[in-house]
């Protein structure tokens, strides 16, 4: 899949003052991980991030039995081992561990079990560790545990129950993995989660509403078996990245009427079986960057709110069943640069979508459509019937310009383009 277009990068929160040195490093979770763009931009985070602990000597540092119990735990949950990692998990210097990291957690009056002057393992990254077994409910002893990356492993099962009182763990990676079952409602209860990765595994079913209402910053599902519809909560997430791509996710993206306050990214829908028309609510998303919907059965005119997407650098709408005319209202997207929508039913294109690859340099692919006198579109008799060519879409009766001015009122500033006078089609 394609590299990232962002330069963000993203930077775990207490690996930068841990001391041992990680298996793996944990931004490996980004790298050779198909199934759409893999940024997420850190720093929302409500609460001021504690001072860096002081250094910690793991050679004379203990921590306490139960932490030590619960290691053991999961090290007998664990059946296969072909690195021999856990070899390194015997006695009670736990901070020692291979894969478990340990530090003075920021003093918290709450917790009355550990005194903030004994070392605690705050994070654990057992990456690409092709480890077999299950994760024990035991890890929820760990009450400071903060980060827990296990990509590229072989676990089974599911998040356990008990995980809804790690109240501190913030970064949970458990992609490429075989776990299974419904959406693990454990990850919808952990209270402060900001990154959730399960992508690459064989969830199913639903995809709960309560997860975008969440206040999570990246949401990896994609590559798993998820069905049934998106979710209405998909407006009001805080997420900053969205994938859902390669599910079997299907009906009608949810309607929202009007502004939605997301900070939304990148969504990356492709590869589903959602029909219906694209909603207006997709151009309230101001800050959206990335926005891939390809590999669908979408139908219908794209709504005009399009055209408020002021920061769109990649849009992909390819191999769906679109129709009408692409208007300059998209064309003239200032920070376009890759406009994908070809296989689909589009009939023609305003004078502004020829300069985008004359001029502008925008990688512009209308392949496969029904454009008159241009090269590579369907053969004529398939853009007889167009695909729910006589429905029109639900929109607020509303044009484009209207409707980003009506977003900018309610607070969201952003420069109108430019060319949001002419007519509307
Ligand atoms: C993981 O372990 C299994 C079984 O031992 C082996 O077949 C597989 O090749 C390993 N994968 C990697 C990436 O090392
Ligand atoms: C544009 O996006 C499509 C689909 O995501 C991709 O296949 C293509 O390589 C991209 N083109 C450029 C020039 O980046």
């Avoid at 002057?117 to 024990?136: E, F, Q």
């Avoid at 376009?336 to 589009?346: D, E, G, H, I, R």
Wanted: proline content about 9%.
């Amino acid at each position: 899949m394609k590299k990232s277009h962002c330069q963000c990068r993203w930077l775990p929160l207490f690996f930068a003052t841990l001391l041992v040195s990680p298996l793996n490093s944990p931004s490996a979770a980004y790298v050779g991980i198909g199934g759409g763009v893999g940024v997420w931009i850190k720093g929302r985070l409500g609460t001021p991030e504690p001072p860096p602990p002081p250094p910690l000597d793991p050679s004379t540092s203990s921590a306490d039995a139960t932490a030590y119990s619960a290691l053991q735990a999961w090290k007998s949950a664990i059946t296969e081992d072909p690195s021999g990692i856990l070899t390194t998990w015997v006695g009670p210097n736990i901070c020692s561990y291979k894969g478990i990291f340990c530090s003075y957690p920021p003093p918290d009056d709450e917790s009355q079990a550990i005194s903030s002057t004994s070392p605690a393992v705050l994070a654990i990254d057992l990456n690409h560790a092709n480890l077999s077994g299950t994760l024990a409910k035991e890890l929820s002893l760990l009450t400071r545990l903060s980060i827990l990356h296990l990509n590229s492993n072989r676990f089974t099962g599911t998040i356990p129950d008990s995980f809804q009182s790690l109240q501190y763990l913030s970064e949970l990676d458990l992609s490429n993995n075989l776990l299974s079952g419904p959406f693990p409602s454990a990850a919808l209860d952990v209270p402060n989660l900001i990154y959730l990765d399960l992508r690459f595994n064989s969830f199913s079913g639903e995809i709960p509403e309560e997860l975008f209402e969440k206040s999570l910053d990246a949401v990896f599902l994609n590559n798993n078996q998820f069905k049934g519809e998106i979710p209405m909560s998909l407006w009001t997430s805080s997420a900053s990245v969205i994938n859902l791509a390669n599910n079997k996710l299907s009906g009608s993206m949810p309607v929202s009427f009007g502004y939605t306050g997301s900070n939304v990214k990148e969504i990356l829908f492709l590869n589903n079986k959602l029909t219906g028309c694209i909603p207006e609510a997709v151009g309230y998303l101001n800050d959206l960057q990335v926005l891939d919907l390809s590999f669908n059965s979408l139908t219908g005119p794209l709504p005009n709110s399009i055209s408020c997407l002021s920061g769109i650098e990649v849009l992909n709408l390819g191999h769906n069943q679109l129709s009408g005319e692409l208007s300059d209202l998209i064309c003239d997207l200032r920070r376009l640069a890759n406009l994908t929508v070809a296989y689909n039913f589009f009939s023609g294109f305003d004078q502004d979508c020829t300069k985008l690859f004359f001029g502008r340099n925008v990688g512009f692919d209308f392949s496969g459509n029904c454009i008159p006198g241009r090269d590579m579109q369907r053969p004529p008799p398939q853009c007889n019937g167009v695909p729910s060519g006589g429905l029109s879409c639900l929109r607020i009766p509303a044009p484009g310009a209207v409707a980003c001015a009506a977003a900018r009122i309610k607070g969201m500033p952003y420069p109108l383009p430019n060319s949001l006078t002419g007519s509307l089609p």
